[in-house]
Every structure is written in C-alpha cells, then in structure tokens.
C-alpha cells in the first residue's frame, strides 16, 4: 500500500523554537506539498516542491520555510514557532504527468501545538 | 481569485437516508474536481472525481454531480452508513494539470442511529 508517512502524530512546542516536520513518501512521486488545515478555513498550501532542492511557495508561506534534499522526503521548517502556528499540518505528494488523476496522497496530519 | 466553498460547515442525517453535500467553486475554467473524506485523525482520502466534460459519475454508493452553468458540485451518499461520519470537502483543480488544488473548507457529516 502506497504512503504519505508524517513522523509525528502531534506535536507540542514552545514559543520561539525551531520546528521540523517531517514528511516521507514511498511512491516515487515528483511533487509533494505541505497544507496547514483549520477549521471553517480549509486547507491552505504553505510550500511545494516539483523536484530535489526545488521549492515554490504556497499561499501562506510567511514563516515557514522547507528543504527537499532527497525525492521522498519533504521537510517542514518553522523557524520561530508562534501561538498562530498551532494548527493541523498535511504532506501530500502526487505523481508528475498530464493530468494526474486521483488528486494528492495525503498523510495522516501533523497536529501541532505552540505555547 | 479562485476559491471553493461549501454551503453548509455541518449536516447530520439519519442512518440509512441519503445524504448530499454541497459545494461552489468560483473558475469556471477548472476541469478537474475532486471529492475527499477525512475521518478523524486522519488525512483526507479520495472518494470519486470528476471532469469537466461529465455531469455526472457514479461510484460505489457515491455520486457525484457538476453543474458547470452555475459552478456547482455535489456528492450524494446512498443509504448512509456509521461510517460515513467525516469532513468531506471538494477540490478543484486550478493549473489543469492535476497537480495543484484548491480545497474548500469541509463539511461535517454526522450519522444519526
């Protein structure tokens, strides 16, 4: 069974720490993106990325930033955690191509917490 | 600029009856479009899609509706079960490659006994 896998489950840190969330994919996929999720808000893209060392920003990619050093792993970095930084974080990846059926392969969410 | 939205943030239904979520999105350029269900404490799942040249698609007990003159896209679930309770939200691809989506903000579906 294929798998977006995000190392934690939840999180919880303090204001003012650097936060890695870490995201791995086993399918080979080309793309992969990191959405934050919050209630009545959706789901928002934060960094994408097509390729190895290559990043594009999102929507909302104001404090964040990310690195792709390898094709199945995809890091998101806060350099300085905020209260309104708490919120659920989704890695999705799909497949290059013209037109990439089925949308994302999401993981399961990171929840973080910053206090 | 593009966005797609639910009508209703909530809607409960009595196991058993059919349920039908609702959703608007704005480009009327999009031709892909995605359902997904997220259930608690996991990431979203597809359901079914869609593309613009269709109206209609059917899964399994699934289907799901587009009405491109009004921008609008819907999901029927026949005969609703317990374990259909989750946020279900549509997607609606914006580069029409299928690589980049923009998501609206979910409903809640609750199953009543």
């Known amino acids: 069974d294929v798998k977006v896998t995000q190392s934690s489950r939840y999180l919880v840190k303090r204001t003012g720490e650097k936060v890695f969330l870490e995201c791995v994919q086993d399918m080979d996929h080309e793309n992969m993106f990191w959405y934050r999720q919050d209630p009545g808000l959706g789901l928002r893209l934060i960094y994408f990325s097509y390729d190895v060392k290559m990043k594009e920003k999102g929507d909302i990619p104001e404090g964040y930033s990310v690195s792709r050093e390898k094709k199945e792993r995809f890091s998101l970095i806060l350099e300085s955690a905020s209260t309104n930084q708490t919120s659920m974080y989704l890695c999705?990846?799909?497949?290059?191509?013209?037109?990439?059926?089925?949308?994302?392969?999401f993981g399961s969410g990171t929840r973080l917490t910053v206090v | 600029g593009e966005s797609v939205g639910l009508h209703l943030p909530t809607l409960s239904v009595q196991e058993g009856d059919n349920s039908i979520i609702n959703c608007a999105y704005s480009n009327s350029a999009s031709d892909y479009f995605i359902w997904y269900k997220q259930e608690s404490g996991k990431g979203p799942q597809f359901i079914i899609d869609?593309?613009?040249?269709?109206d209609k698609r059917q899964g399994q007990r699934v289907t799901v509706l587009l009405n491109k003159t009004v921008k609008h896209l819907s999901l029927q679930i026949a005969a609703t079960q317990p374990g259909d309770s989750a946020v279900y939200f549509c997607a609606e691809n914006i580069d029409n490659y299928g690589q980049n989506f923009v998501f609206g903000p979910g409903t809640r579906l609750s199953v009543l006994p």
């Open positions: 999705a990846s799909t497949p290059i191509g013209v037109p990439s059926l089925y949308g994302y392969t």
């Open positions: 869609i593309r613009s040249n269709m």
